[in-house]
């Protein structure tokens, strides 16, 4: 089990190093034990919890969420604008305009916008989107024509524009 790390090799040959590299890893593996009984353990509570709950105490919850949902609504207007762009997304999803046809769609604008970003006109690399120039949010469609490639961080810091979620 010679390395070509010399220094490493002995180390190795130390029983107090390799002592301390065993408790080491001991240690750690403890934590993420306790980490994932601990998460086990509240997932079943709140399980228990849930079953445990009559039909009126479930309406009760569904209702006390629906009335968070129409405050936030009302008061949060990035919180409206990307519940608008869900929506819309689910429409054009149940109409059958994103689905199938998505990747198609994303190499031909890849294509046509010849790998720049439209957004600071450098090209992209990996982590790239397809942006709604007109956010879905604001009635502009997703259709090739309103699609331009995009940096995904581009993309994020146009702000309450939830849409590169596409
Ligand atoms: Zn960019």
């Not at 009984?37 to 309406?59: D, F, I, S, V, Y």
């Not at 919180?79 to 998505?102: D, F, P, S, V, W």
């Not at 992209?124 to 259709?143: F, M, Q, R």
């Amino acid at each position: 089990m010679n390395s070509t790390n010399p220094r490493r090799d002995a180390l190795r040959k130390n029983p107090e190093w390799r002592e301390r590299e065993r408790a080491y890893e001991r240690a750690r593996r403890r934590v993420r034990y306790e980490d994932e009984t601990l998460r086990q353990e509240k997932n079943a509570k709140l399980r228990a919890w849930r079953a445990g709950m009559t039909e009126a105490q479930k309406a009760k919850q569904r209702e006390a969420m629906l009335a968070r949902h129409r405050r936030r609504l009302a008061s949060d207007p990035a919180y409206k604008a990307a519940h608008r762009a869900h929506q819309l997304r689910n429409t054009a999803k149940r109409r059958g305009a994103i689905g199938a046809g998505e990747a198609v769609q994303r190499a031909f604008i890849f294509e046509r916008d010849k790998g720049v970003c439209h957004l600071c006109g450098l090209k992209v690399k990996k982590a790239w989107v397809l942006d709604h120039v007109i956010p879905l949010a604001a009635g502009g469609s997703h259709t090739k024509a309103n699609l331009a490639l995009a940096h995904a961080s581009c993309n994020a810091r146009k702000g309450a524009n939830l849409t590169h979620l596409f």
